[in-house]
């Protein structure tokens, strides 16, 4: 079989190198029926406060989806957030032009973050320093798992109708 890895790929030293995407943040005009949403699609809150949820996944990062409130009742992407891949890198981000620092004391995992306003009006976050989750490889990686009925493979699928001596009879 191949290697199926994904090739390390040096980028340009001038540069932002990054690690791997961390988190993205979301507001939502509802944030209880998102909460519902959430728990249905399987993730986990890790944090809430009145206006902000947590909300940790299966992999080692401390989150993985913020949610919060919107202010003028319409939803929003407010930008994806990304490791850097050390120190430096981290403060050759807070280099860039508008770029602000802020502290992630009060969020899981602690660290600091970098967020650059685009001209779009989108936002691009760094961040550095969290404090990793450690990986319970006993426990369930969703909350869906409990509920999941076993799987069908393409070969398991059911059919409607009958199989008799290789020949399918539909039922009407």
């Known amino acids: 079989m191949p290697d199926m890895l994904i090739p390390h790929i040096d980028n340009n030293p001038s540069k ?3 690690v791997r995407l961390s988190h993205v943040y979301f507001e939502h005009p509802d944030l209880h029926a998102f909460d519902k949403f ?3 699609f399987g993730f986990t ?11 940790s996944g299966y992999g080692k990062d401390p989150y993985v ?4 409130k919107s202010n003028d009742g319409k939803p929003r992407f407010g930008g994806a957030a990304f490791v850097a891949a050390s120190q430096e890198e981290f403060d ?8 602000s620092i802020r502290s992630l004391d009060d969020a899981p995992g602690g660290g ?3 967020t650059i306003r685009r001209p779009n009006d989108t936002f691009i976050h760094v961040v550095y320093g969290q404090e990793e ?3 319970d490889t006993n426990k369930l990686p969703s909350e869906t798992h409990e509920t999941q009925g076993p799987y069908n493979t ?12 290789n020949k399918m009879i539909h039922e009407d």
């Open 65 to 68: 989806y913020v949610a919060s």
């Open 133 to 135: 989750r450690a990986i």
């Open 92 to 99: 050759k981000a807070s280099k860039l032009s508008g770029a």
């Open 16 to 18: 932002v190198q990054l």
């Open 112 to 114: 600091q973050m970098v």
């Open 38 to 40: 959430a728990n249905d």
């Open 154 to 165: 393409p070969f398991e699928k059911p059919r409607l109708g009958m199989h008799i001596s």
């Open 45 to 55: 809150e890790c944090k809430r406060s009145q206006n902000k949820i947590y909300y």
